[in-house]
Every structure is written in structure tokens, then in C-alpha cells.
């Protein structure tokens, strides 16, 4: 029976070095992200009875286990979608909030006052070109921060898109590489083989989908992982989808299935619904106001120009019609996203008609439109404060969302430090484990030398 | 709870990014001086400033207005002064010229007449940054000039014209005496007789240098696609004493006057001496526009200007000044202090508002400083307190994070 001890020696030998190279591994990847430190489950080997006594065989290793909590992992991957969701509007919402430029001396408002301020000064002194010129920059600078928030906003959706499609190919890749991790962990699994690595590497990606798209994940009696985006089928076993981006008739984004336009993932959360409720809801409202508002100044300022008189001698003008073809007005339109300052004003401003009796000094139309500044031509409201109204909202719209990023953003780093205090490699309990293998590997080959020594005994005796 | 190397790791830098965001933040508010940067900094609070920084502008604007309306205004009154003087100097001459002992020097009274003439036109047209003074709302046309015919006429074609300024939100405040509250005596037409009137009639009233009053009717009647005649009538009571008529014809385009009966338009002296009628009849300045008709035709009667050539042409003659040129000037001083008075209630309220408008300026500088300027101390000592957190956390993790088992093994 002496060969017995020799054999459980030698197990025992082989169970600590396998430990230590599982322990060595988990200390190798302390800095991994999204490792799962595994552990290596002993167990007794199956004892040999003789008559009425149990022969222990020694020690085996039943299974290397990855040690995680599936219900932190859910929770994450719920989280990872609000968060990133409420993070990329942030991000989005803030550059909106620097093509606004409020407050400052190079927002809409302040050059708003400057130009109706213009209005005024000019009605104080109707005859004289400094004065209008002085306008004609004012409205100029207004025309600019229009034309520029126009186009920043058109920029913006421009990215977007670009983002998006690129996010769109990524998630695609995701999608496939999760399918092939699937496969192989499959393949291992039918050669017994518990594939730990791989399915940290298709944990670790399930959840950057789920930063991509709203996602719902499942494991069969297989070992597969099924991914359900949105409602839209992104993996099955040994099969995954690719998805695109639709843009609709009316300007509004959509992720559908390559192959089909009207399987779209209903987006609620993560960056891709972020990405398009920017793109089809956020931006075109807030551009929505800055046109109304723009609209309703070329409206009314033409309104009351086309009555008033130039400086020209004899003076032209005295319409009652922005109609009339004879009508000169100020602006052109609000074309394009720019308000268009009428080109014969550019080249002689005496066509700014100031007056509204053709007397070269008096001012009474200039002041009338100054005024347009004190009235309420917007929605019940002046201009200014139809304005304030809007940045008070979309203000409101990135604090709100800060707020949502800070509150996603707290419950994730709570989760992700779960999940860090699960699964993650302590250095100090890795080390002790280590003492420990090699603790009892010094043990078993003691054991193998006080067997050796018995049999050297033995032999000695002979 | 297990605290692995990670846990350890992510969690120290957690805390720090907190740390440091609120130094950033404090940071940043020191540096630019303002709380609030973008909406999303205070939504209301960026709302408000945008109205109180649109109430400043508006309050800058009205006290550039005020302070440019303040020169102009006081320009005024020093030149509503000097024609007082001498309105008085004129009157005291023709009460000279009335004593026998300088009946010898009469003819040396012409040429102070005649300076008193030049003064009073130069004062009428006297400028402030390029507008007349009394020129109404015609910054083109001097008011009063000599005409061909030898007599001084109203040039201004918007003698009447208001000079508007605004001075505060719902004050907007007339800053000029118009032509016509100092130049009285010119039956003067200002304003637009609408192309879509067939006829229309305005009355006047004629003084004769008696003191006595006559109505004055002016008649305009369509006769052509460009073109109304006019009948001026004065009237004794029932019976007509003198008749004008005139054909207009106007640019359709320009609405201006292109001729009257067929040459250049002139203004008309009416002299009627058996009722010692002489005044300026003026018919030059009416705009004929679509827009509705504002014609209004201002009394005739004596006024200083051809009175004083008429007092030259006298003294030429070596004829009394008859008294009622006395009343004449007489007149014109009181209306002249009368506007002095006026111009002068102007310039105060003017400088009332700007003391009402500096005081509001300090008052919105104020709230929006309170509003959005950070309150510099306060971020000091808190980022002093945030450092020192800060470097607290640095110093612990420089302790925690390096150390394991494997320092003691």
C-alpha cells in the first residue's frame, strides 16, 4: 500500500501546481478589466474501500471557477445603458449650450439689444450714416450668430449621423465577435473544457452593447448567449444581426436590420438613443424656436420698414405692403438659416427708412421698430423674454440630464465596485492562497520523501 | 465586504474625480469671475442675466440718448436766449427811432436793423451735429431763406417735424422746438394730401398788422392723375377779399411738388394794403403719397423777418414805424421765452431721467453682478478646503495603494 501514499503525493503535487497556476494567472490579470478572478474548487478523490475500511486517495481539482454575481452583472447591464444614455445627451446637450453662447456679449440676446439699441440711437439721429451704419453691423452681427448657430446645429446633426453609423458598424462587430465567442464556448464546452477567458471576453462585450442599445441578455442550457436589443433580435446561438441607420422623410433616425427597413430596435436607452433623440427630437426643436424667433423679427421689422421713408432726395418708400414690389424692406428673409440684410441697404444705407413722415430727420419709424424689442410680437411675450424662456429650458434640459448622468452615474460606480469587490483579483488574498499551495506542495513532496524513505527501509532490510 | 485591488483602486479614484471636479469648478468660477457660463450652470439664473444685461443695454442707450438730447436741448435754449436779446434790442430800437431827438441818426438805424435780420436768420439756421436747430425734422434744408423775390421765406419742407428720442421704456420725448412754434406768421403747408382725395379744404387765420383776423380757406380739388388746383380765399365775414389760385402738379413717384402753373414753385407774398394784410403764403411743401392725407396749413399774419425788411424799406423811405411793429416783436419775445421756457422744462425732465437712468444702471449692475459674479472669497476658502481634501486623498492613496502582503512576505 506503500505505492498509495505515492500516488496521493503525486495528486496532491499536481492539484497545489495547477492551484498556483490558476493563482498565478488571477495576479497576472489583477489589472485586466473585465477579468473574473477564478478559484480552483478541490475535492476529495474517490476513496478505495477494502473490507470495512475507507482508503482516501487523495486530493483532485472538481472544477476552476469564475466567482461573479449574476445579479450585479444584470443590474450593470441596465445601468451601463441609462448612463451612457444620459452621458452622451449630456455631452451632446453642452455643445448645443456653446453654440447658444448665453450669456454672453456674443449671444443672441445681447446682439439682439444691440440691434434694436441700434434702431434707437439711429431715431435720435435719422440723417446721420454713422448711425446706420452702426446698424447695419448690429443687424449684421445678428445675421452672423443665426447663420452661425444654424449651421453649428446642421454641423452637429452631421456628426451625429456620422457617430451614429460608426457606432452602428461597431455594434455590428460586437454582435458578431459575441456570435463567435458563443461557437467557441460551445466547442470547449463539448470537450469539457469550462472556457472561463472566453466568457469573461463575451461578458465584457455583452455589456458594451448594452452601452450601445437598450439590450436583454439570457444564457440557454448550452451556454449561449442570447441578445435581444431593443426588442430586435442581435444574437442567437450561432447567429447575430447586423443593423444600420435609416433616416426618414421627415429627418428622423432609426436602427433597423440590414435587410429589413422596418425592423427597428426601439431605443431606449444607451448612446445610439441618445445619438438619435438629439438628432430627431432635440435639435429640430430647439432650431424650431431660434426660426420662429428669427421669422418673427424679419417680420415685423419689414412690417413697419416698408411704411417708413428713405433718405434719398426726393425719398422713397411709404408702402403699406411687404407685398407691394416697390416695398423696400430690410431683410430679405430669414433664408437658409441667416437673416438676409437687404442688399441695396449694404450698399447705401440711405435706403434704411428711418422716417416715417420722408423727412430726412425724423426718426418715428426707426423708433417704431425699436420698439418691436418692448412689444409682444412672440407668443404673448417679447422677444427677450420668449428667448429667456428658452435658455431657462434648455438649461433646464442639460441639468436635468446632468442630473440623470449623476445619478447613473453614482448607481454604476456602486455597481461596478460590486462587481470589483466580487470578482476582482485581490493581490494580498492571492498571495496568501499561494503560501498555501506551496504550503502544501512542500507538504505532498515531503510526504513523497517520508514514502521514499519507507521504502529505501524496506529495501535496506532485504 | 471583500475589497479586492480593484475595488480599492476605482474606488479611491471615484472620490478623487469628485475632488477634483470641485476644484476645477472653482477653479474656473475664480478665473472668469461669473457662476454662470452656460444655461445649464442656473437656468434661471441664466435667464435672468440675459434680462438684466438686456435692461443695461437699453439703459446705456437711453442715457446716450439723453446726454446727446441734453446738448442738443441746451443748444437750443442759449439760441432761444440770443433771439430773445434781440427780439428786446429791436424793440427798443423802434422806440428810439420813435424819439425826435434821433430823428437826425435815422438812417443809422438801418444798418442795426439790418444786423438784427442777419442774427435772427442766422439763429434760425443754426446747427447742432448736423441738424437744425428749428429746422423741424429737415436736416437738408435750412428754414429760413431768402427767395428771389426778395422776401424770406419758410425753405424747411417739415418745419413742424418732432424731433422724437427715447428716454426710458414708455417715455418718448420730443427734444427740438419745431420751426413752427418760433417762425409764426407763414401760412405754411406741411404734410401729405393723399393721391386717393378728390377735394379737400383746410382754414387758416390771417392777422392783419392791425390785429385784426380774417379766416383763411384753402381749397385742393383732384383734376388730374398728377395733378390738384387750389383756391386760397380770404375772407371779411361773408365777402371774399383776395383770391389764389394755383395748379399743382406733383411726381407720382417722388410725391413732391414738380411745378405750380406750370413753373418752379415758389412761396407767394400776399399783400392786400387796403386791409394791411402782408404775409408768406406757402404752398411748396406738401408730399402728395397714397398714405392718408395730414395736411395742415399754419396761420398767416406779419412775421419778424420781412417786418424788419419792411422797417428798412420804411426807415429808407423816412417813414414812421407805424406802432403795431412794436406788438409784432413784442409778441415774438414772449413766444421766444415762451419756447425758452418750454426747452428749458425739456432739459430739466431730460436730466431728471438721467439721474433716474444712472440710478437704475447702478441698481441692475448691482443684481446682475449679485446674480452671476462669483463671490471670489468664498471660492477661495472653498478651494482652499477642496485642496486640501484633495491633498488629503493623494497622500492616503500614496500610503494604501502601493501596499500588499507581498511588501511583507
Do not use: C
Not at chain 1, 465577435?177 to 473544457?193: D, H, P, S, T
Not at chain 1, 444607451?270 to 429640430?284: F, H, K, Q, R, T
Not at chain 1, 410680437?377 to 448622468?405: H, R
Not at chain 2, 385784426?212 to 384753402?218: R, S
Amino acid at each position: 500500500m506503500l505505492s498509495k501514499v505515492f500516488d496521493i503525493g503525486r495528486r496532491s503535487l499536481l492539484a497545489n501546481q495547477y492551484a498556483m497556476n490558476v493563482t498565478s494567472h488571477n495576479l497576472a490579470n489583477v489589472n485586466t478589466e473585465g477579468y473574473t478572478r477564478q478559484r480552483v474548487v478541490f475535492t476529495a478523490e474517490n476513496p478505495e474501500y477494502k473490507g470495512f475500511l475507507e482508503w482516501g486517495s487523495g486530493v483532485k481539482i472538481q472544477e476552476v471557477t469564475r466567482i461573479k454575481n449574476d445579479l450585479v452583472n444584470s443590474q450593470l447591464l441596465i445601468y451601463n445603458g441609462t448612463y451612457t444614455d444620459a452621458n452622451k445627451k449630456s455631452e451632446l446637450l453642452s455643445q448645443m449650450e456653446s453654440l447658444l453662447s448665453e450669456p454672453s456679449e456674443v449671444g443672441i440676446s445681447k446682439l439682439m439689444n444691440t440691434f434694436f439699441n441700434a434702431w434707437a440711437d439711429l431715431a435720435a439721429n435719422p440723417s446721420l450714416s454713422a448711425y446706420r451704419q452702426n446698424l447695419i453691423q448690429a443687424a449684421d452681427k445678428l445675421s452672423n450668430k443665426f447663420k452661425l448657430l444654424n449651421s453649428g446645429y446642421e454641423q452637429l446633426k452631421v456628426d451625429i449621423k456620422y457617430e451614429l453609423e460608426e457606432k452602428v458598424k461597431d455594434l455590428n462587430a460586437k454582435l458578431g465577435q459575441v456570435k463567435i465567442l458563443n461557437q467557441k464556448i460551445f466547442e470547449a464546452r463539448l470537450q469539457g473544457v469550462v472556457a472561463n477567458d472566453m466568457q469573461d471576453q463575451r461578458d465584457k462585450l455583452v455589456q458594451e452593447v448594452a452601452k450601445y442599445v437598450n439590450t436583454k441578455a439570457s444564457i440557454n442550457d448550452k451556454g449561449h448567449v442570447s441578445l435581444s436589443l431593443g426588442g430586435a433580435f442581435g444574437v442567437d446561438e450561432g447567429s447575430s444581426s447586423e443593423f444600420k441607420v435609416v433616416e426618414s422623410t421627415d429627418g428622423k433616425l432609426s436602427i433597423a436590420l440590414v435587410d429589413d427597413d422596418n425592423a427597428k430596435i426601439t431605443l431606449k436607452s444607451g448612446e445610439l438613443a441618445a445619438l438619435v433623440d438629439v438628432y430627431s427630437n432635440i435639435i429640430p426643436k430647439y432650431k424650431q424656436t431660434i426660426d420662429q424667433m428669427a421669422n418673427i423679427i424679419v417680420n415685423k421689422v419689414n412690417e413697419l420698414h416698408v411704411q417708413g421713408f428713405t433718405l434719398h432726395q426726393p425719398p422713397l418708400g411709404g408702402k403699406n405692403s411687404v407685398n407691394d414690389p416697390n416695398a423696400i424692406k430690410f431683410f430679405e428673409g430669414y433664408i437658409n438659416g441667416e437673416l438676409k440684410i437687404n442688399e441695396l441697404i449694404l450698399q447705401d444705407d440711405r435706403y434704411i427708412t428711418a422716417s416715417l413722415t420722408s423727412a430726412p430727420d425724423n426718426g418715428e419709424n426707426a423708433l417704431r421698430i425699436a420698439n418691436i424689442a418692448q412689444s409682444n410680437v412672440i407668443s404673448g411675450t417679447t422677444l427677450n423674454d420668449f428667448y429667456s424662456k428658452f435658455i431657462v429650458e434648455s438649461g433646464n434640459d442639460a441639468t436635468t440630464n446632468l442630473q440623470k448622468v449623476e445619478a447613473n452615474k453614482a448607481i454604476l460606480q456602486q455597481l461596478q465596485l460590486q462587481r470589483d469587490s466580487y470578482a476582482g483579483v485581490s493581490i494580498d488574498e492571492e498571495m496568501t492562497n499561494m503560501i498555501t499551495y506551496q504550503r502544501s506542495y512542500q507538504a505532498s513532496a515531503r510526504v513523497i520523501k517520508a514514502a521514499d524513505e519507507l521504502l529505501q527501509s524496506l529495501l535496506s532490510m532485504v | 465586504m471583500r475589497i479586492s485591488d480593484r475595488y480599492l483602486k476605482n474606488s479611491f479614484l471615484n472620490q478623487l474625480t469628485t475632488n477634483k471636479d470641485q476644484v476645477a469648478k472653482l477653479q474656473r468660477q475664480i478665473s472668469t469671475n461669473t457662476t454662470i457660463e452656460k444655461p445649464s450652470d442656473s437656468p434661471t439664473g441664466a435667464a435672468r442675466v440675459v434680462r438684466l444685461v438686456k435692461q443695461l443695454d437699453q439703459n446705456e442707450q437711453y442715457r446716450t440718448a439723453i446726454n446727446s438730447a441734453l446738448e442738443f436741448t441746451n443748444e437750443s435754449a442759449t439760441t432761444l436766449d440770443l433771439m430773445k436779446e434781440n427780439g428786446v434790442k429791436i424793440s427798443t430800437l423802434l422806440v428810439e427811432m420813435k424819439n425826435p431827438v434821433n430823428r437826425f441818426v435815422y438812417g443809422n438805424y438801418k444798418e442795426q436793423v439790418r444786423n438784427v435780420l442777419d442774427i435772427f436768420v442766422e439763429l434760425s439756421n443754426l446747427k447742432h451735429e448736423g441738424r437744425y436747430l428749428f429746422g423741424g425734422t429737415d436736416s437738408l434744408k435750412q428754414p429760413i431763406t431768402k427767395n428771389s423775390d426778395g422776401f424770406i421765406e419758410i425753405n424747411s419742407d417739415f418745419l413742424d417735424g418732432r424731433q422724437m428720442v427715447k428716454i426710458a421704456d414708455n417715455i418718448d420725448q420730443q427734444i427740438n422746438i419745431s420751426g413752427d412754434e418760433i417762425f409764426k406768421g407763414f401760412a405754411n403747408f406741411t404734410g401729405n394730401l393723399s393721391t386717393s382725395e378728390t377735394s379737400i379744404t383746410l382754414n387758416n387765420k390771417v392777422e392783419a398788422l392791425d390785429g385784426k383776423i380774417y379766416d383763411g380757406v384753402a381749397t385742393f380739388t383732384k383734376t388730374g392723375p398728377n395733378s390738384y388746383s387750389m383756391t386760397y380765399t380770404i375772407k371779411d365775414g361773408s365777402t371774399d377779399i383776395y383770391t389764389l389760385n394755383q395748379n399743382i402738379q406733383y411726381d407720382e413717384t417722388t410725391g413732391k411738388i414738380t411745378n405750380i402753373d406750370g413753373t418752379t414753385p415758389k412761396s407767394v407774398m400776399i399783400d392786400i394794403p387796403a386791409n394791411n394784410i402782408s404775409f408768406v403764403f406757402d404752398t411748396r411743401h406738401i408730399t402728395f403719397y397714397e398714405r392718408p392725407t395730414t395736411l395742415k396749413l399754419t396761420d398767416g399774419g406779419p412775421d419778424v423777418f420781412n417786418s424788419l425788411l419792411k422797417i428798412e424799406k420804411l426807415i429808407d423811405n423816412k417813414e414812421d414805424i407805424p406802432s403795431e411793429y412794436n406788438k409784432i416783436f413784442d409778441k415774438f419775445t414772449a413766444n421766444i421765452v415762451d419756447k425758452t421756457t418750454k426747452i428749458g422744462n425739456i432739459y430739466n425732465k431730460l436730466k431728471d431721467t438721467l439721474v433716474v437712468q444712472d440710478t437704475m444702471n447702478v441698481e441692475i449692475t448691482d443684481l446682475l453682478s449679485k446674480t452671476k459674479d462669483t463671490d471670489v472669497a468664498k471660492a477661495v476658502v472653498d478651494l482652499q478646503y477642496f485642496d486640501y481634501i484633495l491633498n488629503l486623498a493623494y497622500k492616503s492613496g500614496s500610503m494604501l495603494l502601493p501596499k500588499s502582503l507581498m511588501d511583507f512576505i
